[in-house]
């Protein structure tokens, strides 16, 4: 993948033909017209333009891959390795240990559903009004019952 990003740096650079240099028009500023004149001059003085160019845009992306600009694009530095292998080395890491990555994060889960649910629950407590109601219907009920066997009973003795 590097060499790929530096193929297509190198082609840019060498197939763009009618680029116009600027302050690198002459091999050091100082020839005047004669350097012009001089094609041994004016060759040097390509050589050094694309040496001066080339030699800063190494520098710029040596800088840009070293921070991280290129992490993105799946380019990491090593030294990132180096820093936090745990991190950034995905060579160390094993199914297994995804495996029970994703298990310890599953039962976390429903753990922390569960106690969701309980909190839920404790916050939602039965007013007094509502389990003063369901007494006196369950006490109800139970005379109601009461009374039912109390006549059953009392049927069962009266026939024999």
């Given at each position: 993948?590097?060499?790929?990003?530096?193929?297509?740096?190198?082609l840019?650079?060498?197939?763009?033909?009618?680029i116009?240099?600027g302050?690198?028009?002459?091999?050091?500023?100082?020839?005047?017209?004669?350097?012009?004149a001089?094609?041994k001059?004016?060759?040097l003085?390509?050589?050094?333009?694309y040496?001066?160019?080339t030699?800063?845009?190494g520098?710029?992306?040596n800088?840009l891959?070293?921070?991280?600009?290129?992490?993105?694009?799946?380019?990491?530095p090593?030294?990132y390795?180096?820093?936090?292998?745990?991190?950034?080395?995905?060579?160390l890491?094993?199914?297994?240990?995804?495996?029970n990555?994703?298990?310890?994060k599953?039962?976390?889960?429903?753990k922390?559903?569960?106690?969701?649910?309980?909190?839920?629950?404790?916050l939602?407590q039965?007013?007094?009004?509502?389990?003063?109601?369901?007494?006196?219907?369950?006490f109800?009920?139970?005379?109601?019952?009461?009374?039912?066997?109390?006549?059953?009973?009392?049927?069962l003795?009266?026939?024999?």
């Amino acid at each position: 993948m590097k060499r790929f990003i530096f193929y297509i740096f190198l082609l840019i650079f060498f197939t763009a033909g009618n680029i116009k240099a600027g302050s690198f028009s002459e091999l050091f500023g100082s020839e005047g017209a004669s350097g012009i004149a001089n094609p041994k001059t004016r060759s040097l003085s390509w050589s050094m333009q694309y040496l001066t160019f080339t030699g800063a845009t190494g520098l710029i992306l040596n800088n840009l891959y070293n921070t991280g600009f290129f992490e993105p694009f799946g380019l990491q530095p090593e030294i990132y390795k180096e820093m936090s292998p745990l991190a950034y080395d995905k060579s160390l890491f094993t199914k297994s240990v995804n495996n029970n990555l994703r298990n310890s994060k599953d039962i976390i889960f429903r753990k922390n559903e569960i106690l969701q649910i309980n909190n839920n629950v404790l916050l939602k407590q039965p007013q007094f009004s509502m389990i003063k109601k369901e007494n006196e219907v369950l006490f109800n009920d139970y005379i109601i019952k009461k009374e039912n066997r109390d006549l059953l009973i009392r049927r069962l003795f009266d026939e024999r």
